[in-house]
């Protein structure tokens, strides 16, 4: 990748970031990193002992969008204006959590709908279901596992790295919860199902040495033909802690990915050895500088790419409630949604918290560049550049109902080359924004004592 496009993610992602700053809004909550700084918000703050809950969400809304290209599907032509109208918005789930001194368990389910007013498609729904845990087999053996359903339409949402993490660790293993799509990022009207199951193994050898396993399947429709997208991998290996916060990794992982019927499959071959560092910086207990490193193989049956990977994540703490965290993301991606993988770099930012304990303001910019598939030549047009800003301000009207405003810009750019699905258009800029009321029910909450017979 060139030092010039390099820069542009970099100005890009900057940019985006001040323009949500500025806005004094926010897409996604900045969770606090210690255990010392509970959430303080007044909506949607349930007890975090051990016990049981299940809960009931719902949300409604209004607002404008400057591009609904689901209105004329496929139309690329830059000279065709984007039309702008109103849009609605309704979602609703269902979660259940319990959680005690063995490990944790999730079941939810979520579904959301999107209105065009007047418009030719009047509406676009997605459906989504999971269920994943967590459990510790001993004091030194955990293992985990997820198997998740969703029902949307196509988007590139995956060509945003969703975190950065480090290295496994069980006991803060954020559980998967049924989620609904980013409407903004939808590319067509054309839903598809997919299925994703994971399972995992960690193993305490002594506290310096710690062993892990995991495998993933990921099954999905595609819109290039009628079989359907299949990658599946697994991965092991040691990570040797020479001080607190930094370790040493040695592993391999293999990935294997099948795209259309006959074709040659893509095997991913990751050469796990690296460094993982996570630790408190020394002038401030709260800034903390999270980084890992790697490198890869991939090969589509000819040719063979090898590429280093890694990330890195700083986060800062600012007084009792706000947070400030920036990542990089340097890796690949089998997407369902293209006929190849992708490499990527990726640059995302992100400022929220809280004015008081009702009013709560959250942003967040994400930026990725990078090319389809893993031919070196120079003339073949298959790069991309991906940007989104997010905002949102919202305010508790009590524990249960929260009112909010939102603002969303969305921006791809792929090369003349590359092979995108039926009705998807090259080029969009898109701009949206709303307001938003939501709903939380906890139906049922049961908070079980530390001392309780397990």
Same mark, same amino acid.
């Given at each position: 990748m060139?030092?010039?496009? %390099?820069?542009?993610?970099? +100005?890009?992602? /900057?940019?985006?970031g001040m323009l949500s700053l500025q806005a004094s809004l926010a897409s996604a =909550? !900045?969770?606090? !990193?210690?255990?010392?700084? @509970?959430?303080?918000? /007044?909506f949607k703050n349930p007890? !975090?002992?051990?016990? $049981?809950?299940?809960?009931?969400?719902? +949300?409604?809304?209004?607002?404008?969008? $400057?591009?609904?290209?689901?209105?004329? @599907?496929?139309?690329? $032509?830059?000279?065709?204006?984007?039309?702008? &109208?109103?849009i609605a918005t309704a979602s609703g789930g269902v979660?259940?959590?319990?959680?005690?001194?063995? &490990?944790?368990?999730?079941? +939810?389910?979520?579904?959301?709908?999107?209105?065009?007013?007047? #418009?030719?498609?009047?509406?676009?729904?997605?459906?989504?279901?999971s269920l994943s845990g967590v459990?510790?087999?001993?004091?030194?053996?955990?293992?985990?596992?997820? #198997?998740s359903a969703t029902y949307q339409p196509f988007t590139f949402s995956l060509m945003f790295p969703t975190s950065f993490s480090p290295s496994y660790d069980p006991e803060s293993l954020p559980l998967i919860e049924a989620t609904n799509p980013n409407f903004d990022q939808a590319a067509t009207r054309t839903k598809y199902l997919s299925f994703l199951t994971t399972a995992g193994v960690s193993r305490e050898f002594s506290k310096r040495t710690t062993f892990s396993a995991s495998y993933h399947l990921d099954r999905s429709d %595609?819109?290039?033909?009628?079989? @359907?997208?299949?990658? #599946?991998?697994?991965?092991?290996?040691?990570?040797?802690?020479?001080?607190?916060?930094? &370790?040493?990794?040695?592993?391999?992982? *293999? =990935? =294997?990915?099948?795209?259309?019927? &006959?074709?040659? @499959?893509?095997?991913?071959?990751?050469?796990?050895?690296?460094?993982? *560092?996570?630790?408190?910086?020394?002038?401030?207990?709260?800034?903390?500088?999270?980084?890992?490193?790697?490198s890869s193989a991939i090969n589509d049956g000819s040719n063979t790419r090898f590429r280093a990977i890694g990330g890195a994540q700083l986060?800062?703490?600012i007084g009792r409630t706000w947070d400030a965290t920036i990542s990089y993301d340097r890796s690949f991606e089998f997407v369902s949604t293209l006929l190849q993988p992708i490499l990527y770099d990726a640059l995302t930012a992100g400022v929220g918290g809280l004015v008081n304990r009702r009013v709560r303001v959250q942003t967040s910019a994400q930026a990725s560049i990078g090319s389809i598939g893993i031919g070196d030549s120079t003339a073949v047009d298959n790069d991309f550049d991906m940007y989104q800003g997010n905002a949102t301000l919202s305010f508790a009207l009590s524990r249960f109902l929260d009112l909010g405003a939102t603002y969303s810009i969305y921006r791809y750019r792929f090369g003349a080359d590359a092979v995108l699905p039926p009705n998807v258009e090259r080029n969009v800029d898109r701009q949206s924004v709303s307001v938003y009321l939501s709903v939380w029910a906890p139906v049922y909450s049961r908070t079980r004592r530390t001392n309780a017979t397990r």
């Amino acid at each position: 990748m060139s030092l010039v496009r %390099t820069s542009v993610l970099l +100005s890009a992602a /900057l940019a985006l970031g001040m323009l949500s700053l500025q806005a004094s809004l926010a897409s996604a =909550q !900045v969770t606090a !990193v210690r255990p010392e700084r @509970p959430e303080r918000g /007044l909506f949607k703050n349930p007890p !975090v002992e051990d016990g $049981d809950r299940l809960d009931l969400n719902g +949300s409604v809304g209004a607002g404008l969008d $400057d591009n609904i290209l689901l209105d004329l @599907p496929g139309v690329s $032509d830059p000279r065709v204006p984007a039309k702008s &109208g109103s849009i609605a918005t309704a979602s609703g789930g269902v979660s259940y959590n319990t959680t005690n001194s063995r &490990g944790r368990l999730n079941a +939810s389910a979520s579904s959301a709908a999107r209105y065009y007013p007047g #418009q030719p498609i009047e509406h676009v729904t997605s459906h989504g279901a999971s269920l994943s845990g967590v459990a510790l087999l001993t004091d030194r053996t955990s293992i985990y596992g997820s #198997q998740s359903a969703t029902y949307q339409p196509f988007t590139f949402s995956l060509m945003f790295p969703t975190s950065f993490s480090p290295s496994y660790d069980p006991e803060s293993l954020p559980l998967i919860e049924a989620t609904n799509p980013n409407f903004d990022q939808a590319a067509t009207r054309t839903k598809y199902l997919s299925f994703l199951t994971t399972a995992g193994v960690s193993r305490e050898f002594s506290k310096r040495t710690t062993f892990s396993a995991s495998y993933h399947l990921d099954r999905s429709d %595609t819109a290039y033909g009628t079989e @359907p997208f299949t990658s #599946q991998g697994a991965s092991a290996g040691f990570r040797f802690s020479l001080t607190r916060g930094l &370790g040493l990794r040695a592993g391999y992982g *293999y =990935q =294997q990915a099948e795209y259309t019927l &006959g074709a040659e @499959p893509f095997r991913y071959h990751n050469i796990d050895l690296g460094v993982d *560092y996570s630790k408190a910086l020394s002038f401030s207990r709260r800034t903390k500088l999270s980084f890992s490193t790697g490198s890869s193989a991939i090969n589509d049956g000819s040719n063979t790419r090898f590429r280093a990977i890694g990330g890195a994540q700083l986060n800062h703490e600012i007084g009792r409630t706000w947070d400030a965290t920036i990542s990089y993301d340097r890796s690949f991606e089998f997407v369902s949604t293209l006929l190849q993988p992708i490499l990527y770099d990726a640059l995302t930012a992100g400022v929220g918290g809280l004015v008081n304990r009702r009013v709560r303001v959250q942003t967040s910019a994400q930026a990725s560049i990078g090319s389809i598939g893993i031919g070196d030549s120079t003339a073949v047009d298959n790069d991309f550049d991906m940007y989104q800003g997010n905002a949102t301000l919202s305010f508790a009207l009590s524990r249960f109902l929260d009112l909010g405003a939102t603002y969303s810009i969305y921006r791809y750019r792929f090369g003349a080359d590359a092979v995108l699905p039926p009705n998807v258009e090259r080029n969009v800029d898109r701009q949206s924004v709303s307001v938003y009321l939501s709903v939380w029910a906890p139906v049922y909450s049961r908070t079980r004592r530390t001392n309780a017979t397990r």
